[in-house]
């Protein structure tokens, strides 16, 4: 098979299909008349594509619509079993897998409960043990796998975490690896851009062509968008803004490369909620120590003017980072998530926002996540279901 030349008749089949496989997934069911509507296409040229389409089984028909008295029209739709994706969010407790159709229906869920001490030489095994779990109805044609680290397309390897925290995965040529222990294409990508890709498609960057999301959890991450498209650095590391030398915070220097310092050591859950016990805000962990804090700064008294002053140190720690990254990228927009500011809801977020203002001359909107369920999982999804699309939409030209 060869590469369809420009301007010839393949190139414009093509062109046409991939514009009424376009149509039918984004617009759901469609009759002949409609797509050649949508596509511009005569009706015999309709009628061609949608028998090479079908022979492709890409297509199938959807039964008949009554239109004027003794007139119906066949109904065709993307022919769901043509192909299948998966995605992986991995984290050291447990992996989420989640298998979807080529219209993106999600028909399939796992979660395999992991240990940080498992054999480096289980990874493929852990990894293929979630995909079965989720009982894919076939092969599937392409996975990508969210990460806490981040990948160097420099040298194959994965980089950004220590190599206790992602056990198995300091191996050379990564995803070429995991594509043959696995027996399908891999793409290996950072959590937190994933996250960045699912606010961009479904959440509160829509549309948005340049923004910063803020990951503040347990640990602190960041990605960028800017002029629509992803931007990862050249080692990968774009957005690892936990390591970023922050005031207040020790460095790299002092602690070691991969120990709790700069920005993490401020902003990260632990240091939250050592944070807010200085306050005499409790909480089992930091998410609902925030949820409290929040709770008892609706009330009077001392305890909630103790809240309020935990609440705003909080956001002064936060907006010290985003004012560093605003002076930098200059960003429309900054989405924030994750445990620590979606604990603190509207609250905290106004506050970042107010403290992020005062300190910087642009001042972008900030926003919470609007994304609901595992934003990794979606983000990855929605990857893995963009390469599939493009590898099948354009299999229907032979030459």
């Known amino acids: 098979m060869s590469d369809p030349v420009p301007g ?33 296409l005569s009706k015999p040229t309709a009628s061609q594509l949608l028998a090479r389409l079908q022979e492709a089984g890409l297509v199938v028909l959807d039964g008949v619509r009554e239109g004027l008295p003794g007139r119906t029209a066949e109904v065709y739709r993307i022919n769901p079993a043509a192909a299948y994706a998966g995605a992986l969010d991995v984290t050291p407790d447990r992996i989420e897998a989640r298998i979807a159709d080529l219209t993106g229906t999600v028909v399939g869920e796992h979660t395999l409960p992991t240990t940080r001490r498992r054999p480096a030489g289980e990874l493929v095994e852990r990894l293929g043990a979630a995909l079965a779990g989720a009982n894919p109805p076939d092969k599937l044609r392409r996975v990508v796998i969210g990460v806490q680290a981040a990948i160097d397309p420099a040298t194959g390897r994965l980089g950004y975490a220590a190599a206790k925290d992602v056990p198995g995965w300091q191996i050379p040529d990564l995803v070429p690896a995991l594509s043959a222990g696995l027996g399908v294409p891999v793409d290996v990508e950072n959590n937190v851009n994933l996250v960045a890709l699912a606010e961009q498609a479904h959440g509160a960057a829509r549309d948005s062509r340049d923004f910063v999301l803020l990951w503040a959890d347990e640990g602190i991450g960041s990605a960028a968008v800017l002029g629509g498209r992803m931007h990862r650095g050249a080692t990968g590391g774009a957005g690892e803004v936990g390591y970023m030398p922050t005031p207040g915070a020790p460095t790299a220097r002092e602690a070691g490369r991969y120990a709790n310092h700069g920005y993490q050591a401020l902003t990260g859950g632990p240091a939250v909620l050592k944070l807010l016990r200085s306050y005499g805000v409790r909480g089992a962990d930091f998410r609902q120590a925030v949820a409290n804090a929040v709770r008892l700064a609706e009330g009077g008294g001392q305890r909630a003017d103790d809240a309020r002053a ?72 929605d990857l893995a279901l963009d390469t599939v699309r493009e590898e099948v939409f354009g299999s229907t030209v032979r030459s």
């Open 8 to 40: 010839t008749p393949s190139l414009l089949r093509a062109i046409n299909d991939r514009a009424a496989l376009r149509a039918l997934l984004d617009r759901g069911p469609l009759t002949r008349p409609q797509i050649g509507t949508l596509t511009g």
């Open 310 to 381: 935990g609440l705003r140190d909080i956001a002064a720690r936060l907006a010290v980072g985003l004012a560093a990254i605003t002076s930098v990228v200059d960003p429309g927009l900054i989405v924030l998530t994750g445990g620590v500011v979606l604990s603190g809801g509207e609250t905290l977020r106004e506050l970042v926002e107010h403290e992020l203002h005062a300190l910087t001359i642009p001042r972008p909107r900030v926003r919470l996540s609007s994304v609901a369920g595992n934003p990794v999982l979606a983000g990855a999804l």
